[in-house]
């Protein structure tokens, strides 16, 4: 019997199984690693909904609308129990009929900052902009009847304006229409309670501007507007031609929506795009009608009861409400480059172990599972550590702080088990250079599937060819016959 362990401990293959079994177990530790990431990622986004609860939210910016009031009225005939006409009785219903601006050029610029909460640092962006643009002359047969032989009687306008979180708004935008200021006051009149954007501000027309729409004639509009919002900016193309221009020192936007930017330039200085959307290639207006009319949210439907009507509204529009948006990325989430890394935690766990386990081979020495156990453990913390000082210093400055840390300590270590400094420094460079590697895959997002596989092919090539005469059975005899000798008095 005590042969058999004897030559079991010898057993390469039961060395090799072994070493399986104990990157199996490492694994917990890497699991338990990626947990922890995964909840202060979670963290930081509860960090940036309570900002969002107490200061602002993301923005989407829809308007300027022109809205008539009107009242539809029309006689309906009373009939008796037999059916037959006895009389007339008077009907009526308000509803509201929606102008689009022909034109809407929105230009801006987005002067950004960043807000803490706790350790966790999220972007804002304050919008200065000027909207211009104009409505075209009011035609009052434009409104579509909904009874037959009714007559429409028309009230005062306004101009609706929403953004999704008022409270970003820095000040009362500044409206001018036909030379006339016109002031914002709160909510949308004339919409439905529940509709989505009565929650809106709006300018009564006056002066001048009403003056103009009562003759029919176009009406040019001037808006100067200042918003507070967090991380993205969304626009609706609510214009028979939609253009927008923002710039911003922030170098790192992400561009999104339906409609990406037409011309984009982005540099270290910051960023600087155009678009230019056409109501014919989106539905965004319909969308906006159905939201006035008191739909819910942005896949809102234009019911038959609908207080905002026009005759090319269709009966039902469906989707998520069409934008053109900017975001403030931040240059690098570390939670996910620290995600991405533990994802190789494994593979660079199994590459120490096989290199330990050839140092074991070729230079004759014994190592215990221990002493496997503890340097696989070391691999496992570099990811913790990663995490830990990726929270307080910049993600190439933890990376290289945790991956110094694990080298040195393996060097250190390794000198001794390996008996020689000269031994330890080599396997502390092939470590420093898996660590490279890693950074390598991480910082080339793009690439990191082909660096991947490469780096696994390269690393099990040269283990090929470094074994490939090797006789594993003589190994195992010989090892079985040698005696076993403490790694502590093997010379350098």
């Known amino acids: 019997m005590l042969q058999l362990l004897k030559a079991l401990q010898a057993s390469v293959l039961v060395k090799v199984a072994g070493l399986f079994f104990l990157l199996l177990v490492l694994c917990i530790p890497l699991a338990r690693i990626d947990d922890l990431n995964r909840a202060r990622g979670e963290s930081q986004r509860e960090a940036a909904h309570e900002l969002a609860e107490s200061y602002a939210g993301p923005q989407t910016m829809v308007g300027p609308v022109l809205l008539v009031p009107y009242v539809e009225r029309w006689m309906e005939p009373l009939r008796d129990a037999q059916g037959k006409v006895i009389g007339q009785a008077p009907q009526s219903k308000e509803m509201t009929h929606a102008v689009f601006p022909d034109k809407l050029n929105i230009d801006g610029s987005m002067a950004t900052q960043e807000r803490y909460r706790g350790i966790f640092r999220i972007p804002f962006y304050t919008l200065t902009a000027a909207l211009d643009g104009g409505f075209a002359g009011f035609d009052p047969r434009s409104v ?43 909510r949308v009149p004339g919409l439905p309670d529940h509709a989505t954007y009565a929650d809106g501000i709006h300018a009564p027309l006056s002066g001048a501007a009403l003056a103009a729409w009562q003759t029919g004639k176009p009406l040019a509009f001037d808006m100067k507007l200042s918003l507070v919002g967090q991380d993205t900016l969304s626009m609706v193309p609510i214009a028979e031609e939609t253009t927008a221009h923002l710039k911003s020192p922030w170098a790192h936007p992400s561009f999104g929506g339906r409609f990406l930017a037409t011309q984009r330039q982005v540099t270290p200085q910051g960023f600087d795009a155009h678009w230019r959307v056409s109501s014919l290639v989106t539905t965004a207006r319909e969308q906006v009608r159905a939201g006035l009319a008191g739909g819910e949210g942005d896949a809102a439907q234009n019911a038959a009861a609908a207080v905002v009507r026009t005759a090319s509204t269709p009966r039902h529009v469906s989707g998520p409400l069409q934008t053109f948006d900017v975001s403030l990325a931040q240059p690098v989430n570390v939670y996910s480059m620290s995600t991405r890394a533990g994802k190789y935690g494994a593979l660079f766990i ?19 599972p221990v002493q496997y156990g503890l340097v696989g453990l070391s691999i496992a913390l570099f990811f913790l550590l990663l995490l830990a000082l990726s929270e307080k210093f910049a993600f190439h400055f933890a990376y290289a702080g945790a991956a110094g840390a694990s080298v040195a300590l393996l060097a250190v270590y390794f000198s001794a088990v390996l008996g020689g400094w000269q031994r330890g420094l080599s396997f502390a460079a092939f470590v420093a250079l898996l660590y490279g590697a890693l950074y390598g895959l991480l910082a080339s997002e793009s690439n990191a599937l082909l660096l991947g596989a490469l780096l696994i092919f ?15 059975y003589a190994l195992s005899r010989r090892n079985e016959a040698a005696p076993v000798t403490s790694t502590a008095t093997v010379d350098a």
């Open 350 to 368: 199994g590459l120490v172990l096989m290199a330990a386990f050839m140092f074991e081979l070729f230079r004759k020495l014994r190592l215990h």
């Open 458 to 472: 390269g690393m099990l090539a040269t283990l090929m060819l470094v074994t490939r005469k090797v006789d594993w």
């Open 144 to 186: 579509p009847h909904s009874e037959s032989d009714s007559s429409i009687e028309f009230r005062a306008p306004l101009v609706a304006f929403h953004v999704s979180d008022l409270r970003g708004l820095d000040g009362s935008p500044a409206l001018t229409i036909e030379g006339e200021a016109l002031r914002f006051r709160q």
